[in-house]
């Protein structure tokens, strides 16, 4: 049974990474092979109520990760339906390249902390395009910002997926993980920020003839969408350590807020008018491919877990690996090839908590490999692959130019927790 589950996984994970060449979307093999998978193993198992105890457990993990995202995104919408983000992009102005490589960058890093990763490289890589004229300069730029997007995400329990599942899944807590990264993930986003800051130091901005200009007249509510919608992510930690209950139920609270005020504040408009400003036509426009991608790999994963495959590859990578550290770093290296996601569920599941407890060494590397790790490709992380698909950007102009600094900020930072760690351990 065993082999038969690693070799249906295998197909199936063959088919989520060859998306782009098929054409076919990646969520439809990862639901193909959760279900088939489940078969599999409840027919190898003969065991019907062990079966649908474990898959009841399986599903109430990836339940609580999934109404998560999904508030989460649908805050982001609103948010960016009423002109929120225009308070911060409208005052970026400077003349010189350097200093707006330092502006985009260190606000993309901090952006990306409170809402995600992916969400801020694509407003980042869009206002690029109302900022500058030249193809040559948005290209670096757009690396610059999938580099700090994904650095920026890793030390926030919200700030990118992986960290998300972390924190939820209880291997880490937020005001640990946010000590522990900040400091790597800084050094990860800065050394590529220096060397074109460096690099762009006598060069001049160029503006293309519409120039942004501020939108206040045209979105009138959107400081108080902006930073309630802020308020709300921001409170997630907060609401899990004042009461213990799980980070989606402040989500879910945050997102009935966010209900209230859009609706008091829009009830004297036409429905016509108010139409794109409600949550429900938010809810309409988030990212149902992502979702339902994670729910199909969460719940794959999950049955390689429950038949012990993963605990046996993790016995045989402590064997012929031996180090810890090295095991992370070579799990961060292969997520700038697959999906993120897999990797760390997979991870999740190869070591147990009894063994590694929460905020141990091996839960807050990973969360900072896996984040940053994707960086080095540019389908390596989704704020990768959305920037590709805004600007254009080809595999191979990537790798010559951005690949190689990310790879360096990438063990920079591994070397500065590393080295972190042993000194307050």
């Given at each position: 049974?065993?082999?038969?589950?690693?070799?249906?996984?295998?197909?199936?994970?063959?088919?989520i990474t060859l998306?782009?060449?098929?054409?076919?979307?990646?969520?439809?093999?990862?639901?193909?092979?959760?279900?088939?998978?489940?078969?599999?193993?409840?027919?190898?198992?003969?065991?019907?109520?062990?079966?649908?105890?474990?898959?009841?457990?399986?599903?109430?993990?990836?339940?609580?990760?999934?109404?998560?995202?999904?508030?989460?995104?649908?805050?982001?919408?609103?948010?960016?339906?009423?002109?929120?983000?225009?308070?911060?992009?409208?005052?970026?102005?400077?003349?010189?390249?350097?200093?707006?490589?330092?502006?985009?960058?260190t606000l993309t890093?901090?952006?990306?902390?409170?809402?995600?990763?992916?969400?801020?490289?694509?407003?980042?890589?869009?206002?690029?395009?109302?900022?500058?004229?030249?193809?040559?300069?948005?290209?670096?730029?757009?690396?610059?910002?999938?580099?700090?997007?994904?650095?920026?995400?890793?030390?926030?329990?919200?700030?990118?997926?992986?960290?998300?599942?972390?924190?939820?899944?209880?291997?880490?807590?937020?005001?640990?993980?946010?000590?522990?990264?900040?400091?790597?993930?800084?050094?990860?986003?800065?050394?590529?920020?220096?060397?074109?800051?460096?690099?762009?130091?006598?060069?001049?901005?160029?503006?293309?003839?519409?120039?942004?200009?501020?939108?206040?007249?045209?979105?009138?509510?959107?400081?108080?969408?902006?930073?309630?919608?802020?308020?709300?992510?921001?409170?997630?930690?907060?609401?899990?350590?004042?009461?213990?209950?799980?980070?989606?139920?402040?989500?879910?609270?945050?997102?009935?807020?966010?209900?209230?005020?859009?609706?008091?504040?829009?009830?004297?408009?036409?429905?016509?008018?108010?139409?794109?400003?409600?949550?429900?036509?938010?809810?309409?426009?988030?990212?149902?491919?992502?979702?339902?991608?994670?729910?199909?790999?969460?719940?794959?994963?999950?049955?390689?877990?429950?038949?012990?495959?993963?605990?046996?590859?993790?016995?045989?990578?402590?064997?012929?690996?031996?180090?810890?550290?090295?095991?992370?770093?070579?799990?961060?290296?292969?997520?700038?090839?697959?999906?993120?996601?897999?990797?760390?569920?997979?991870?999740?599941?190869?070591?147990?908590?009894?063994?590694?407890?929460?905020?141990?060494?091996?839960?807050?590397?990973?969360?900072?490999?896996a984040g940053t790790?994707?960086?080095?490709?540019?389908?390596?992380?989704?704020?990768?692959?959305?920037?590709?698909?805004?600007?254009?950007?080809?595999?191979?102009?990537?790798?010559?130019?951005?690949?190689?600094?990310?790879?360096?900020?990438?063990?920079?930072?591994?070397?500065?927790?590393?080295?972190?760690?042993?000194?307050?351990?």
């Amino acid at each position: 049974m065993e082999i038969l589950l690693i070799a249906v996984f295998f197909v199936t994970y063959a088919a989520i990474t060859l998306e782009h060449q098929t054409g076919v979307n990646k969520s439809a093999p990862a639901l193909i092979g959760a279900v088939v998978l489940w078969a599999i193993y409840a027919f190898g198992v003969g065991n019907m109520p062990l079966v649908t105890e474990q898959l009841n457990e399986s599903l109430v993990t990836t339940a609580q990760i999934i109404f998560f995202l999904m508030g989460a995104m649908t805050i982001v919408e609103v948010v960016d339906s009423h002109g929120g983000f225009e308070i911060i992009t409208s005052r970026i102005r400077t003349k010189r390249l350097s200093t707006l490589m330092w502006l985009v960058g260190t606000l993309t890093f901090f952006l990306s902390s409170v809402l995600d990763n992916l969400t801020t490289a694509i407003v980042m890589v869009s206002l690029m395009k109302k900022l500058l004229s030249k193809r040559e300069d948005r290209l670096v730029f757009a690396g610059v910002i999938i580099i700090a997007a994904n650095a920026g995400g890793a030390w926030s329990p919200i700030g990118d997926v992986t960290t998300t599942m972390l924190w939820i899944g209880g291997q880490i807590t937020a005001m640990v993980i946010m000590q522990s990264l900040f400091l790597p993930s800084v050094v990860a986003a800065l050394v590529p920020m220096l060397f074109f800051a460096w690099k762009m130091r006598h060069s001049l901005v160029e503006s293309p003839d519409d120039h942004l200009q501020p939108q206040s007249d045209l979105y009138p509510h959107a400081n108080l969408m902006f930073f309630l919608g802020l308020g709300t992510l921001i409170a997630v930690p907060v609401f899990k350590t004042l009461t213990g209950l799980p980070p989606y139920l402040a989500i879910l609270l945050g997102l009935g807020l966010l209900w209230l005020v859009g609706d008091l504040i829009h009830r004297h408009k036409d429905p016509e008018e108010k139409q794109h400003l409600t949550l429900a036509s938010a809810l309409s426009r988030i990212d149902m491919g992502s979702l339902t991608f994670f729910i199909g790999i969460l719940l794959a994963v999950a049955t390689l877990e429950h038949s012990h495959v993963l605990t046996s590859l993790a016995n045989w990578l402590d064997t012929v690996v031996g180090r810890q550290d090295v095991i992370v770093i070579l799990i961060g290296l292969a997520s700038a090839v697959v999906d993120n996601v897999p990797l760390v569920a997979a991870a999740m599941g190869m070591y147990d908590l009894a063994k590694y407890p929460t905020d141990s060494f091996l839960w807050e590397f990973l969360a900072f490999c896996a984040g940053t790790g994707g960086s080095i490709l540019v389908i390596g992380s989704a704020a990768g692959v959305a920037a590709m698909g805004l600007e254009k950007i080809n595999f191979f102009w990537y790798v010559k130019h951005i690949s190689a600094l990310a790879l360096v900020g990438y063990f920079a930072g591994a070397l500065i927790y590393i080295f972190q760690f042993n000194l307050t351990h």
